[in-house]
């Protein structure tokens, strides 16, 4: 999981590239970079470790010179979290200049790094797959330019080839040096991407493509509409924008999980609002808390604040209990699934979240968080309400139980580190500590999603069913990615 922007403008673009990376910061808070081109196609870059706040200063911003930029916030996937070289954006000079952000995971990463190095000649200086994409497009672009002059016709035709050679999930921003912005989705639309536009001063258009809608309003942009799968859109120096559909076959299957924990409940993707598919969830998990759970053995509902609080409200709306807010969070403590670490997520969740305790005192409490991963959070999170005097703890999950690896964009590499691996409901309840533990069911989690959009016909629930719906991960490559995954 990765944030992404880019921005076409008429002035400079430094501050609304900015701007848009504070909104995106729940993505990714590993590292962040910035870049911008000049007309003449000078490219200035901007990258650093840690979070957007704390990574520019004046000096940056003002070296960040030019009218298109785009800009990334980072959560490691691939790759290392603590290698600053592995910071997004990446530049390669040829051909005519390419600099790329890429939100999403390639799954064909050894086949493509041999065919770069035995088939392309090019060189790679890190593990990212973001590097392997940005070698990709380049190599594909100069096969197919005929001439001194790029069109976007030719760019198109070298996104199709980019296609035909990379697997996974990408939504991928790019500004290629004297042309201007080029955006793309795989053809699964794992990984959201969305367009929109504004009126500049002078009248001409400007356009942004960001991961998420609450990007394009806060910046006074209009939604146009979610870049389609495998679809590219580039927008030249001008503001004239050029779209095609680059991919010979597309299903629109778009990842869960966005739904469950990722976005911004004020986001709305691939038609759907969040915040209102949350308010679903919630419907449904309360007709499976009361039909797993003793009469009367609940006295309120509380959320674990943010994410699981829509879902927590209508569960207690429906269930008739009072709802109420037992847990203050300290709102300068990182989101604890993306830190890296067990140690690191096992720490923080003390220092981000606080029990009060006259909520808890001798009451029978229903927990709601929106998913369980590998369970320290949780954990740690049930022993905080019975330290604070809860009488009884029952935990419920907005999302079914998490048994198989994510490899589309989200840290879930390993079976071994996920809770509910070869355990059943009883036994996770046993190692979380609770005395009751409920999920959301399977079909109830994908009716919730997809009821906000009657288009959208298919979903990638892989972390919780074992589908992968690009129909290209093996039992080996799973295998694999465990074995090579960063302790």
């Known amino acids: 999981m990765c944030g992404i922007v880019g921005v076409v403008g008429q002035g400079q673009a430094n501050q609304d590239v900015y701007d848009a990376l504070l909104l995106l910061q729940h993505r990714g808070q590993d590292s962040t970079g910035i870049a911008t081109a000049e007309p003449g196609g000078t490219f200035h870059i901007a990258k650093k470790s840690g979070m957007v706040r704390e990574a520019f200063r004046t000096r940056d911003m003002r070296s960040l010179l ?20 592995e910071a997004q954006p ?87 040096a004297g042309y201007g912005l080029l955006a793309f989705r795989d053809p699964f639309g794992i990984r959201p991407l969305i367009l929109g536009t504004r009126r500049a001063e002078n009248g001409r258009y400007e356009w942004t493509v960001a991961s998420e809608s609450l990007v394009l309003e806060n910046g006074g942009f209009d939604v146009v509409r979610d870049i389609e799968p495998g679809e590219a859109i580039f927008i030249d120096l001008d503001g004239n924008l050029y779209t095609k559909q680059c991919a010979p076959a597309v299903q629109l299957a778009p990842c869960s999980f966005e739904y469950v924990y990722l976005a911004r409940p004020d986001s709305v993707m691939n038609g759907i609002s969040v915040y209102e598919a949350r308010l679903r969830m919630g419907e449904r998990l309360a007709d499976t808390i009361a039909k797993y759970t003793p009469q009367g053995s609940i006295d309120v509902v509380m959320p674990i604040p943010d994410s699981s609080r829509p879902a927590a409200m209508q569960v207690a709306r429906k269930l008739g209990i009072e709802y109420r807010e037992g847990f203050y969070k300290n709102r300068y403590i990182g989101r604890t699934f993306i830190m890296p670490g067990q140690a690191v997520r096992k720490k923080s969740v003390r220092q981000k979240l606080n029990a009060m305790s006259t909520e808890f005192k001798g009451k029978n409490v229903l927990l709601i968080d929106d998913s369980i991963v590998r369970g320290t959070t949780s954990k740690e999170i049930i022993q905080m309400a019975r330290d604070a005097g809860a009488k009884s703890v029952t935990f419920a999950s907005a999302a079914p139980p998490i048994r198989f690896p994510h490899v589309y964009g989200i840290n879930m590499p390993s079976r071994h580190e996920l809770v509910a691996y070869n355990r059943t409901i009883p036994e996770i309840a046993q190692e979380l500590g609770c005395d009751y533990l409920v999920y959301q069911e399977i079909d109830d989690l994908k009716a919730a999603i997809l009821e906000g959009a009657p288009d959208v016909e298919d979903l990638d629930m892989s972390c919780f069913d074992g589908r992968y719906v690009t129909g290209t991960v093996s039992d080996e490559y799973l295998a694999w990615v465990e074995g090579t995954q960063e302790s």
């Open 90 to 176: 990446f530049y390669v000079n040829a051909p005519y200049g390419i600099v790329l952000v890429h939100n999403g995971n390639l799954t064909n990463t050894r086949e493509l790094t041999e065919e770069l190095f035995r088939t392309d000649r090019r060189h790679l200086n890190t593990s990212s797959d973001t590097e392997l994409l940005v070698n990709v497009l380049a190599n594909e672009l100069q096969a197919v330019i005929s001439g001194l002059e790029l069109d976007h016709e030719q760019i198109f035709e070298a996104v199709s080839r980019v296609h035909d050679r990379v697997e996974g999930s990408y939504a991928t921003i790019a500004l290629l």
């Open 66 to 85: 030019g009218t298109i930029g785009l800009g990334h916030v980072r959560y490691a996937t691939k790759g290392t979290a603590s290698n600053e070289e």
